[in-house]
T-cell receptor, first 114, second 112 residues
């Protein structure tokens, strides 16, 4: 099994629908992150969590919400999906601050909003 | 939030050629990382550089951290088709070193 698992891998949804992307990890890391990737824009941080009781907004949190259900689970919700939220979404985990071992990423969820 | 600019955005070369990818910012980094991302997968860490002027080698890949810790380069010698992918630099925000900011990426294609 992968260290960081994202479900679903692909999703097509209609404008206005609520959708949840799920992430689970077996790394035992406290820190989890949600990023969005768009061509030419790199990876942009949506939300991050340093432990179960900690939730922080990233640079592009509008239109998104998250839930940290357990140390191993971090889900991202789009309350009312819109077409410009069409993108590749990545969940990642890390261990300590300034971790020299970097982030461990899932394989991504490709979301299309029509 | 520090801005990381990568150049070039796209690079298409033939097998055996050498290439260099750059990552620049006006900010000083506490550390910088390079990742490679292949289609359908998440980024995978290649290297972390910490000290100004540091050079690290990973087989045919050479990573250099600028003396002032504001820029970095990735040089690939004798590129192979397996090097094809998206190369991303990333740096921890200064001060807390709590989260990574990623560059815009360089998409490399190596053809036979």
């Amino acid at each position: 099994d992968a260290d960081v698992t994202q479900t679903p891998r692909n999703r097509i949804t209609k404008t206005g629908k609520r959708i949840m992307l799920e992430c689970s990890q077996t790394k035992g890391h406290d820190r989890m992150y949600w990023y969005r990737q768009d061509p030419g824009l790199g990876l942009r941080l949506i939300y991050y969590s340093f432990d179960v009781k900690d939730i922080n907004k990233g640079e592009i949190s509008d239109g998104y919400s998250v839930s940290r259900q357990a140390q191993a689970k971090f889900s991202l919700s789009l309350e009312s999906a819109i077409p410009n939220q069409t993108a590749l979404y990545f969940c990642a985990t890390s261990d300590t601050p300034g971790d020299l071992y970097g982030y461990t990423f899932g394989s991504g969820t490709r979301l299309t909003v029509v | 939030t520090q801005l990381l600019e990568q150049s070039p955005q796209f690079l298409s070369i033939q097998e055996g050629e050498n290439l260099t990818v750059y990552c620049n910012s006006s900010s000083v980094f506490s550390s910088l990382q390079w990742y490679r991302q292949e289609p359908g997968e998440g980024p995978v860490l290649l290297v972390t550089v910490v000290t100004g002027g540091e050079v690290k080698k990973l087989k045919r890949l050479t990573f250099q951290f600028g003396d002032a810790r504001k820029d970095s380069s990735l040089h690939i010698t004798a590129a192979q088709p397996g090097d094809t992918g998206l190369y991303l630099c990333a740096a921890y925000d200064t001060g807390t070193a709590s989260k990574l900011t990623f560059g815009t990426g360089t998409r490399l294609q190596v053809t036979l």
